[in-house]
């Protein structure tokens, strides 16, 4: 079993990731916000003295504006969880990786690969995370450091989920029914993804090294 850090733990598709790998037995760390771990700035104690096998960057954020209304605060909020989170924890947990020849698995979106209207800084954001697990891949397979990431489709009952709700009522003047049918009508499923879902398909990869080696580099979709 292993021991594993999950950034953004606390609620959604982060808990959920929490409470699948925790029933296949592994030992994980919640590094969340909410409890004062910031991951803009990893805490060097934990870099130190956590043996981390795997490192799960999930911690993201969103803020749905049109063009012309999108802040320069809000542009740095997202760019900074989204992206410079996974550099920062990566780097903080590098040291530790490389004993453990361990893995990094970034959460990313299917916004990497269809860009959201009134998205600006969140699309850019998930393109920029498709890109640096790639770019971390490259420099660290041969050193032994697994990279791959997921990207998720709009998923159900989340805090973010039910965020971008609200933000696309207020942005685009619908209601509230307007809004879930237009988001809907672009899933071939028709439904919302259950981050259970999500979180057990994540629990099978990481339940050994043989089962995601391979994919060191690769985004896997996940939600149609």
């Not at 969880?81 to 698995?105: D, Y």
């Not at 770019?135 to 009952?157: C, D, I, M, W, Y």
């Not at 619908?174 to 071939?188: I, P, S, V």
Request: hydrophobic share 45%; charged share 20%; proline share 4%.
């Amino acid at each position: 079993m292993s021991n594993i850090i999950v950034t953004g733990g606390d609620a959604g598709l982060g808990a959920a990731i929490v409470d699948a790998l925790r029933k296949a037995g592994h030992t994980v760390l919640v590094y969340d916000i909410k409890q004062g771990l910031d991951v803009l700035n990893p805490d060097p104690v934990l870099a130190l003295t956590f043996r981390v096998d795997v490192l799960i960057n999930c911690a993201g954020v969103n803020k749905i504006n049109w063009l012309q209304n999108v802040t320069e605060a809000d542009w740095d909020q997202v760019m900074g969880v989204n992206v410079k989170g996974i550099f920062k924890m990566t780097q903080a947990f590098l040291p530790n990786l490389l004993k453990t020849k361990g893995t990094v698995l970034n959460i990313v979106s299917n916004a990497a690969h269809m860009p959201m209207r009134c998205s600006a800084a969140y699309n850019a954001s998930k393109g920029a995370a498709l890109i640096l697990t790639k770019q971390l891949a490259r420099e660290l397979t041969s050193q032994g450091v697994t990279v791959f990431s997921v990207s998720p489709n709009k998923l159900r009952g989340t805090e973010m989920s039910d965020s971008i709700d609200q933000q696309v009522v207020a942005t685009r003047g619908w209601t509230m029914e307007e809004a879930q049918r237009y988001q809907l009508a672009g899933l071939l499923t028709g439904e919302e993804t259950p981050p259970e879902a999500v979180a057990e398909f994540i629990a099978f990869l990481l339940q050994d090294k043989e089962h995601h080696k391979y994919l060191s580099g690769c985004d896997i979709p996940y939600g149609a």
